[in-house]
Structure formats: C-alpha cells, structure tokens
C-alpha cells in the first residue's frame, strides 16, 4: 500500500516537470500540425518560374475568358498609341490579347485560348496599370518576369496640405534624383514618382523596404535614415556568422527631435517723410468716445456682449470658410492641356455642358436621333437633361461612326461676338471718359487732378483724354472743371447692345476691336446624316482573327476594326530644327574668337548715326560712300543728336583743320550731317563706340573685341552683292602695338580657320594706316589712325589694330555656291538647309581653295 502510494507521488512529481518542462506554443500555431517538407534550407521568398514546355503541357485551355481594364489619362494618348505595337507583339507571346480603346480611354487586357499560365493575367494587369502611370515600356514590360512584382503607391491621401506634401514628395526623390536612385540601388527596384502615387517593380524584398520608405517619408521621416540601414545591412550580410543572428546592435537608432525654427529677422519700415506742420497730430480717440459715435455706449451691458459675441462669432465663421477653401484647394484637380483648348473654350463660352455626360450617352442620343428624323440639322440643339452637349465630344463620337461609315456629317461654324474682360467692365461702370466726367462737380466748381485720379483710378490718363478731346472737360485755376452739363455714354450703350447679340456697323466694331473691347469667337457645330451602314446597335469590332475564328468560321459574322492607313498615322519621325549654313558659319567663327580670348561686344543695334558710322572714323562728310545710292537713310525719326559734345568738338576739329600730325580735310564740318540716321554699313560703328567707351575708364586696360552681325548698304543686288549681309569684325587695343603684331594675329587667326598661307599687300581705308589686303578678296585689315585714336581719349602710346571680312564669301566657298542669292534672300532652297553638314573649318568641304 505503502509502496503504491509511493509511485503515485512519483508519477504526479514526473508529471508535473514535464508540465513545467513543456515550452509556451503560441495559441495562433497551438493545432498546426509538423510538415516534414518544411525544412530550414526552403527559401520561402523563391519563386518557381513557369516552363511552358513542361508546366503549360500539364494545363488545358480556359473554359472562359477572364480580362481586366484600366482607364488612363487624355496626356497619355499619344505615347500609348505609338507603344501599342510593341505591347501587343510582348502579351502575345504568353497568350494575352489586349486592346486600347481611345474613345472610352481604357486598357484592356484578356485569356485567349493560348493561355497556359494562370497568373500571367495579373501580370498583364499590372503592365496596363503601370503604363497608364507613365513607366514607360522598357521598364514596364519587365513585370511580366517571373521574378518581378510591383506596387502601387498612393501618397495623396496621407497629407491635406498641399505645400508640405509636395516639399515631402521633393524630398523622396532628391536633388537631380540622387536620393530616388539611392534607393533604387540599394532594393534592386524601379520607382517612379508621378503626381499622387509612386510606381515600383523589383524582388517582393525591395518593395516592402520601398513601402516603408515611401510612407515614413510622407510622415516626416527622411529618407537618409532609411538609407543607411540599407546599406549597413547589405555589408552585415557578406558575413556568414552574422547571418542568423540579431542585427539590432549594429543599426543605427534615431532618436526624432523637435527642431526650433529660425526666427525670422524683424524688417523695420520706414517711415513714410510727410509734410512737416507746426501743429502736433490728432489725438487718438478714447474708447468711449468711439462707443459714443457707433451709439453702443446708450445699449445695456447684455445688449453690448450680445453685440460682441456676434462679432466674434462671425470672425470665427469667416475664417473657417478661408480655411476650408484653402484646404479645397489642394484636392482641385489639375486642367489637362489639349489639343484643341481653343476650340473647347469656345464651345463653353456659349454652354455649360454636364460634367457627368459620357461618351456613351451622347452616341445614343445621335443615333436615336438619326433614326427618328433622319438627319440632325445641328448638333447644338441637341440636350440631356436640358443640358447643352460639349461639341468636342459630339466631334469624337461622329469620327468613330464615321470610320464605321455608320453616319457623316458637315461642319457648321458660327462667329459672335463678345465683350472682353475690360469690355465688360465698362459695359457695367460706363467708360473711362464717362467716369472722368461724373467725378467732376456740376457747375462751377472744380476738383483737383490728384482727387480725380483717386476718385477713377488707373483709368483716369485714358479717361481725361477721351473727355478732353470730346470738350466734356476744361481746365481751370484749381483743375478740372465740366465744360457741358450733360453727356451721353455712346461707348457704354454700344457695348450692351454688343452683349445682347446686335452687330454694329464695320467702323464701329472694327475701333472697338483695336482698343480690345470686343473679340470675335467662333462656335463649331455639325449637321449629321445617315451612312451608308447605318444602324443604331453598336457592335464590338474585332481588332486580330484568331485560329479558333478560322477554324468554328465565326469569322464570317464578326466584324473587324480598319485599319487606318492615312499619312502619318504610323508614326514618321518629327521634323526637327536645321541651322541655315551661315549659322554654322558664324557659330564656327564666334569660337575661333573665343578660343583666341576675344569678347563679343553688342550689336544688336541696326541703325546708328553717321557720326558714329563715319565721322567718329575720320571719314569725310563728301565722301561717297556717305551718298544715297550707298546707305540707306531713315525717314522717321530722321536725326539722332545723342553723342557726347566734347567729342564731338574733337572730331570737328580733326575734319576742319586737322590735327595729331595730320593737316586734316580742311572743310567745314556740319553737325546736321552727322546727325542724320541711318542702317550701318560696317560693325566698325560699334567699335568705334567700344572704344570710346574703353577711353572713359579711369586707367587703360588691353581689350580684345570681335564682332558678328548684319549690315547694310545700297547696292544692286546680283550673283555676288546682297543689300543685307554679315560682317566680322576683329579689333584689339593695348599699348606699343605695332604693324608685325597685326600681321602675327592675322597669321593665327585664319590658321585656325584651315588658311596657314597668306599674302598681305597695301590698300587704303580712311580710318586704318597702313591697311592691309589678301590674295583672294575675304577681309581687310590695318592699324587704327591717330585722327581717330586721339579724338577718343585713348592714351598717346596705345595703338588699335582691327581687321574683318564678310560671313557670306567664305559660306560660299565652303559649301560651294556660285550665287549668293542661293545662300540668303527669297531664292533659298529650303530643303538644302536640312540637307547641308555642319561646318568645319579645318576640314575641306565642297569647292574651296
């Protein structure tokens, strides 16, 4: 008995240490059962790729069709329908059939019997969703690998101001994208940030790490914290020992704190300087004088609190109305840039169509209307729901029934005129001069011209001088003062008749137009009639044949879309931009003169002085080339005197009696002459006007200028002259130049341009001694003179040496044409700007020597 009851208390004691003994189980995993095929060498992340040459054997065809669609935005039109090819060629290689359909703005993706992977379907989905997203194709189309998944991000919702979420959204992807490619790197995924939502496609691994990134941004938390997680664990996983245990000692813990923000600086105003009086300022009024004024003094205390609290609680009901439509502001949706804006914004203008109208709707209407009356003689009297229908959208709906030849139809085109946002303005208040004349008092009194032009505002000038010319006003000793008692508002009354619809005599509208009170406007319509297949049930067309089609013969009931074989619809490649060959000419050029440390001086004024043009150069006033027959003069405005007086004395001087070691042209010199204007004929105005620029400065400075632009001579135009041409000018000023530094220049100057031998021989300008020519006639070139130099106010011992030629002879020979006119002017083949290479100087092209 002893011994039994002995071994009942071992067998409870046993027990209850195997009790204790006994790990915790988690009541989630308390009745799941060992699987011995789950070992710890199973990746659970690896995915089993789908071989269709044993897996697709083991699978039948569908019994049915299983499709998914997707809208995508109007922008995305474009892009779709060029890339649709490409996206049709890749699905059918797993048995995918899609479709676009523009009208409805859908993707749509679908089984055919060639399908044997039952998940490729979601790929397909997921490819629509992400090209309506704007991933483009290259990247889009790798989800359809086994090994790829994505994700669609929705961020819009996390945040109701609109200004912090686009800064958080700015700081996801970085500056010039840096942080966005960082990520991208480190979890082998791609992301796409496009407006509310952000696109990724990678391993299942890399998009949970994106996810969390992307929304922690969105809370606040920057994405470098992440960042350097990511790559702290990607080093801690190249070591094996590390690999099962814990990483949380090695990662980085970021405490969040609240950062003070910079105060701003206090920008004290000045204040504004008056009129200083000896009578000090008004007192400030007491609190109960005020009370006094508004009559809330005489109220009792309840009726005064009565009076606050409902102030207040206005304020409160103002301010949260703000609030609200600030808060709105950031959820309005964006207006999408069309392709006919114009004539949208016509059709509206007359209309308010229904926001809600679909296409569908619309097609029903045309259709029933058609088959009831036979024809629509106007779409514009077409409704819904009393609502006026957007023509654009009845143009979409008849181009599709017309490629079907189901209906055709006629453009019908109204012009109205409306009032603009000034017409309008004036339509209601009364015209300017109208206002100016009802701020002035009746009688004999008068207003000053500062009150008036209070009283009207910024149309008081335009106003003032309508009234003045109509003699409505008169000066007088204290202003303005009414010289009749009464006027008509003929501008007002006209602009309302306007409005209603009335059109006005020619002269009338046409004056309104100018002063851009009116504007025509043009509303389209159409008038429809029946096809030659009409009918009123819209089949679906079939876009491919398939076997199953050829094999049941359902081919024969079913109807195919048309292809559309129109030029231009597959796509030619867009013309672009071609630089004329003088272009490329003068940018060669402009190089060479960079290259050699020159600075281009402004040339952007075509007409000029002869002062500067010629006098300023020691040029005569009887030379010829001062002559009509040479230079083109100005009519209106005729003379220019702008031009300093003490250099214009100097240069008197030099012309009358010489000077500087030369006896001058001894005449008499006119100032009327050198007033006159003119189109230059040399860039060697602006020089001269550089150089006395350079003059001013306190001390001398070497300069080295260049020039390239078009002047302008009176010359008959034939194979080699043009009245319009370009110059290039070279100058350079420093001190002891001499004619051997000329010639060294020269000498690097067109080796660059592929000229290494040239030939100099005298020739005469009247501002450069000596000059200098070549052997084939493409520039000239020389020392500035002293009755040039010293006139400026440049120093004795600094000397000017300059040379130029024209852009069009070395064109010529460059790209081997006989006659200028071919190169500039009306004569220009436009298709050999497309056609000609670029321009390469130290290379030989076509004909030159």
């Not at 790559?231 to 990662?251: G, H, Q, T, V, Y």
Request: aromatic share 8%; charged share 30%.
């Amino acid at each position: 008995m002893d011994n039994e009851i002995g071994q009942d208390a071992e067998q409870l004691t046993t027990e209850k240490q195997t009790s204790v003994e006994k790990p915790t189980v988690n009541k989630n995993k308390r009745y799941r059962r060992e699987k011995p095929w789950d070992t710890n060498d199973v990746d659970k992340w690896a995915i089993q790729p789908f071989d269709p040459e044993t897996d697709g054997k083991l699978i039948q065809p569908f019994l049915e069709e299983s499709s998914f669609a997707t809208l995508f935005p109007k922008y995305r039109e474009q892009y779709l329908k060029s890339i649709w090819t490409g996206v049709t060629s890749e699905l059918e290689k797993h048995g995918i059939a899609c479709e676009l359909d523009l009208i409805q703005g859908a993707m749509t993706v679908k089984t055919t019997r060639k399908t044997r992977d039952p998940f490729i379907l979601f790929k397909a989905r997921d490819l629509i969703k992400l090209l309506a997203r704007s991933v483009p194709l290259v990247q889009s189309i790798k989800i359809l690998q086994d090994d790829t998944a994505c994700d669609i991000i929705k961020i819009g919702n996390i945040l109701r101001n609109k200004q912090r979420f686009v800064k958080r959204r700015q700081r996801l992807m970085g500056p010039n994208g840096n942080t966005l490619k960082a990520i991208e790197l480190l979890t082998q995924c791609y992301v796409l940030v496009h407006g509310n939502t952000v696109s990724c496609m990678g391993p299942h691994k890399g998009l949970k790490e994106v996810r969390r990134i992307v929304l922690d941004c969105m809370k606040n938390i920057h994405p470098i914290y992440h960042i350097k997680e990511l790559m702290i664990k990607r080093e801690l996983a190249k070591d094996p020992a590390l690999r099962n245990e814990s990483w949380d000692r090695f990662l980085p813990s970021f405490k969040k704190q609240s950062v003070k923000s910079k105060k701003q600086p206090v920008i004290k105003k000045k204040k504004a300087v008056g009129v200083r009086t000896p009578f000090p300022p008004a007192q400030t009024p007491r609190k109960i004088d005020l009370a006094i004024e508004s009559g809330e003094y005489f109220l009792s205390k309840g009726q005064q609190a009565q009076i606050k609290h409902d102030k207040k609680k206005a304020e409160q009901e103002m301010n949260h109305e703000k609030r609200k439509a600030e808060r709105e502001k950031a959820f309005i949706a964006p207006n999408e840039d069309r392709k006919h804006s114009k004539k949208r914004s016509v059709s509206t203008v007359e209309s308010e169509p229904a926001d809600l109208m679909s296409i569908q709707e619309i097609q029903e209407l045309v259709l029933q209307t058609v088959e009831d009356y036979g024809f629509i003689e106007d779409t514009a009297t077409l409704r819904i729901d009393d609502a006026k229908l957007d023509q654009l959208a009845v143009l979409g709906v008849l181009n599709a029934l017309l490629s079907r030849e189901i209906v055709s139809y006629s453009v019908i085109e109204v012009e109205y005129w409306v009032l603009t946002d000034e017409g309008a303005q004036i339509a209601d208040n009364g015209s300017p001069e109208i206002m100016v004349f009802n701020a002035i008092p009746t009688g004999d009194d008068s207003i000053s011209i500062p009150a008036l032009q209070k009283l009207v505002g910024d149309s008081y000038k335009f106003g003032q001088g309508a009234a003045f010319k109509n003699k409505w006003i008169k000066k007088s000793s204290a202003g303005l003062a009414r010289n009749v008692d009464s006027v008509i508002d003929s501008t007002q009354a006209d602009l309302l008749a306007i409005r209603s619809g009335t059109v006005l005599t020619d002269k009338i509208m046409t004056d309104y137009k100018k002063r851009k009170l009116i504007d025509r406007k043009k509303l389209s319509s159409y008038s429809v009639a029946k096809g030659p297949k009409f009918t009123t049930t819209i089949e679906k067309e079939e876009t491919d044949i398939t076997h199953e089609m050829i094999s049941s013969g359902e081919w024969k009931n079913v109807q195919f879309k048309k292809y559309n074989f129109s030029p231009g619809v597959t796509g030619g490649a867009p013309r672009g931009g071609h630089l004329h060959p003088l272009m490329k000419v003068r940018e060669e050029f402009r190089q060479i003169f960079l290259e050699l440390g020159f600075t281009e001086m402004p040339t952007n004024k075509f007409v000029d002085s002869s002062f500067w043009n010629f006098d300023a150069l020691f040029q005569p006033q009887q030379h010829p080339a001062r002559d009509a027959h040479d230079t083109f003069f100005l009519k209106d405005p005729a003379t220019d005197d702008k031009f300093p007086p003490e250099y214009t004395q100097r240069v008197k001087e030099v012309h009358t009696n010489g000077g500087y070691g030369s006896i001058g042209y001894g005449y008499d010199w006119k100032k009327e002459e050198a007033e006159k204007l003119i189109l230059r004929t040399h860039t060697t105005a602006v020089s001269s006007n550089m150089l006395y620029q350079l003059a001013q400065e306190k001390e001398f400075r070497p300069v080295k200028y260049f020039s390239i632009d078009r002047v302008f001579r009176n010359e008959t135009t034939d194979a080699t002259h043009l009245a319009e041409f370009h110059q290039l000018e070279g100058v350079v000023a420093d001190r002891g130049l001499t004619l051997g530094d000329l010639i060294g220049v020269l000498h690097n100057f067109f080796a660059k341009l592929g000229i290494p031998k040239i030939k100099f021989k005298p020739a005469f300008n009247p501002y450069t001694e000596p000059r200098l020519g070549k052997w084939v006639e493409i520039g000239n070139s020389g020392m500035f003179r002293p009755e040039m130099l010293r006139p400026l106010g440049l120093p004795e011992d600094v000397s000017v040496i300059a040379w130029g030629l024209g852009l069009e002879r070395p064109t010529m020979i460059k790209y081997g044409y006989d006659d200028i006119r071919e190169l500039l002017g009306h004569k220009v083949n436009i298709d050999m700007v497309q056609k000609n290479p670029i321009c390469r100087l130290d290379k030989k092209m076509g004909r030159e020597l």
